[in-house]
Every structure is written in C-alpha cells, then in structure tokens.
C-alpha cells in the first residue's frame, strides 16, 4: 500500500486548511481510514477515523466540532477538513488505513504532510 498526504501549509490561528490522503495498492473501499498526526518528541495521536461507507466516525476530542473527515471511494481519497485551526494543531499530520474500528494501522507510513498554525 501507498499513502500520500497533501494539502498542509502554513496558516494563521483561526484558518483553514483542507488536507487529502491518496490511497493505492489496496482495495480502498473495504478499508477503515484514519488520519493521525505527531509532533516531535511525541507518539503519533489519532485524529479522526471513518468507517468504509462513511456511516461512523470518529473525532478527537481536541478537534471535535472544528475538523471534518471524509472519503470518495470512486477516487481511493480521504480528506480532513481543518476549520478553527489552533496553534496547538501544529503537527504532521499522517494517514492510514485500520485493521478493525479500534484497531491499529494497516499499513507502513507516508512521507505526511505539515501543518504550521500560527498565532
């Protein structure tokens, strides 16, 4: 499997950012996908999580109410709207498929993509 993020950047406090996950080598439409991200010095935080059809997801409680998650199956993408962006949102932020809801993740890592919120 291959993942690749896109879409992180520099923002000021309040922003936005939209980031996106490629998928390919897998059957895409039969996977749980996360996003997760990790700032240094510290292990790797789970974000947000969505279910094959998109029916169930997960948020943190840190982003609850300000990030979206999202999926096209036709397009093996999944997306992470970021609304409200804090600075304490600064991180790389990674995503991955699951082996089950509670699972851990599928896969080996993408390169992420940083996200750098100002104040």
Do not use: H
Request: aromatic letters at 8%.
């Amino acid at each position: 499997a291959q993942l690749v993020e896109s879409g992180g950047g520099l923002v000021q406090a309040g922003g936005s950012l939209r980031l996106s996950c490629t998928a390919s080598g897998i059957t895409f439409n039969s996977k749980l996908m996360a996003w997760y991200r990790q700032t240094a010095g510290k292990p790797r935080e789970l974000v947000a999580k969505i279910s094959q059809g998109s029916t169930l997801k997960y948020y943190a409680d840190s982003v609850k109410g300000r990030f979206t998650i999202s999926r096209d199956n036709a397009k093996s993408t999944t997306d992470l709207q970021m609304n409200s962006l804090k600075p304490e949102d600064t991180a790389v932020y990674y995503c991955n498929a699951l082996n089950s809801w509670n699972g851990s993740p599928l896969g080996s890592w993408g390169q992420g993509t940083q996200v750098t919120v100002s104040s």
